[in-house]
């Protein structure tokens, strides 16, 4: 309710009452195309993703800090694509692609909420991996479910605030010019660009706090990487063990690679070496692409969830 009220507030202090999102392109004979493509997509990106979720809730052998936190990244990827997907499906098929103000800067905090999260926790996963390797006899007592639980709500909350710092500070923007956003949904830097007035503190904050949490967070990664590596080097003499402990951090690398690429290169990026055709195409990257592959991944190149999905399976009549 005070979410709601607070906006309602800004939305005095602009001439704009609605956004037209331009969306991916402009070619109206491909608009069908890309609408089959990203329903499908957003299909399995739901249906994939939730089927993990089912399995690590229902499963007893997946109640484990590694599942718990693999649940997590299911359910933000779920919530994460249905912020941008739905309202791109219906502008394909429409012709006025509107999105009142109070719903475009709804859109970009929860876009930045969710996305920030997943960007936390994903080092919070790498944590994860380096204690159970590199202190598995401490594992279950410095990964308990208390602390667990602490862990995911802090990076929610966080995540939440982050969001918030951006969602306002662009609702009190003036915007008395052009309305037309050259994306498919409402992010910060096209909203800054339609601005009047200054933006500079709007620019420093995107770039300074954004940065601070993607770059933090990739260090944490790094850091426990490396001490994983520097333990299995000194530690393990087995070849089979050394690629048995590596394979269970894989599934998690290629999750920081898709997801970190993609953000570093649109937030972390100077503003004057910015393409909004360039922002547009890696967006769908992070957005669209990086959470469908996230159940792919995970059940491809784990046998525990493979095996749970199987015995679900067979569970059903």
């Given at each position: 309710?005070?979410?709601?009220?607070?906006?309602?507030?800004?939305?005095?202090?602009?001439?704009?009452?609605?956004?037209?999102?331009?969306?991916v392109t402009?070619?109206?004979?491909?608009?069908?195309?890309?609408?089959?493509?990203?329903?499908?997509?957003?299909?399995?990106?739901?249906?994939?993703?939730?089927?993990?979720?089912?399995?690590?809730?229902?499963?007893?052998?997946?109640?484990?800090?590694?599942?718990?936190?693999?649940?997590?990244?299911?359910?933000?990827?779920?919530?994460?694509?249905?912020?941008?997907?739905?309202?791109?499906?219906?502008?394909?098929?429409?012709?006025?692609?509107?999105?009142?103000?109070?719903?475009?800067?709804?859109?970009?905090?929860?876009?930045?909420?969710?996305?920030?999260?997943?960007?936390?926790?994903?080092?919070?996963?790498?944590?994860?991996?380096f204690v159970?390797?590199?202190?598995?006899?401490?594992?279950?007592?410095?990964?308990?479910?208390?602390?667990?639980?602490?862990?995911?709500?802090?990076?929610?909350?966080?995540?939440?605030?982050?969001?918030?710092?951006?969602?306002?500070?662009?609702?009190?923007?003036?915007?008395?010019?052009?309305?037309?956003?050259?994306?498919?949904?409402?992010?910060?830097?096209?909203?800054?660009?339609?601005?009047?007035?200054?933006?500079?503190?709007?620019?420093?904050?995107?770039?300074?706090?954004?940065?601070?949490?993607?770059?933090?967070?990739?260090?944490?990664?790094?850091?426990?990487?490396?001490?994983?590596?520097?333990?299995?080097?000194?530690?393990?003499?087995?070849?089979?063990m050394l690629?048995?402990?590596?394979?269970?951090?894989?599934?998690?690398?290629?999750?920081?690679?898709?997801?970190?690429?993609?953000?570093?290169?649109?937030?972390?990026?100077?503003?004057?070496?910015?393409?909004?055709?360039?922002?547009?195409?890696?967006?769908?990257?992070?957005?669209?692409?990086?959470?469908?592959?996230?159940?792919?991944?995970?059940?491809?190149?784990?046998?525990?969830?493979?095996?749970?999905?199987?015995?679900?399976?067979?569970?059903?009549?």
């Amino acid at each position: 309710m005070l979410f709601c009220l607070l906006f309602q507030v800004m939305l005095n202090q602009t001439s704009v009452t609605e956004f037209l999102l331009l969306g991916v392109t402009d070619i109206q004979v491909l608009q069908p195309v890309l609408f089959v493509i990203f329903l499908a997509t957003y299909i399995a990106n739901v249906a994939g993703n939730a089927a993990i979720l089912m399995v690590v809730t229902s499963d007893p052998r997946l109640h484990s800090p590694m599942y718990f936190f693999l649940g997590n990244l299911s359910c933000l990827d779920i919530c994460y694509s249905t912020v941008t997907l739905p309202k791109m499906l219906e502008n394909f098929l429409s012709t006025h692609k509107a999105i009142s103000f109070l719903g475009c800067i709804s859109q970009l905090h929860f876009f930045h909420f969710l996305g920030s999260t997943e960007v936390m926790l994903l080092a919070v996963m790498g944590f994860d991996r380096f204690v159970a390797i590199c202190k598995p006899l401490r594992y279950t007592v410095i990964m308990n479910h208390q602390v667990c639980t602490q862990m995911a709500v802090t990076v929610w909350i966080i995540g939440f605030f982050h969001a918030l710092l951006h969602s306002v500070m662009t609702s009190r923007l003036n915007f008395c010019g052009s309305n037309h956003i050259h994306h498919f949904f409402c992010d910060v830097k096209p909203l800054l660009k339609l601005a009047c007035g200054n933006t500079e503190l709007n620019e420093w904050l995107l770039h300074t706090v954004t940065e601070t949490i993607a770059m933090g967070s990739f260090f944490l990664i790094l850091l426990s990487y490396f001490y994983i590596i520097i333990y299995l080097f000194f530690k393990t003499h087995s070849c089979s063990m050394l690629r048995k402990a590596l394979s269970t951090c894989a599934s998690h690398f290629m999750l920081v690679v898709l997801l970190f690429g993609p953000v570093f290169f649109i937030y972390i990026r100077p503003a004057s070496g910015s393409s909004m055709d360039q922002d547009r195409t890696v967006a769908i990257m992070y957005s669209v692409v990086t959470p469908v592959l996230n159940p792919l991944i995970y059940t491809l190149r784990n046998k525990e969830v493979k095996g749970a999905l199987k015995r679900v399976i067979r569970r059903r009549p």
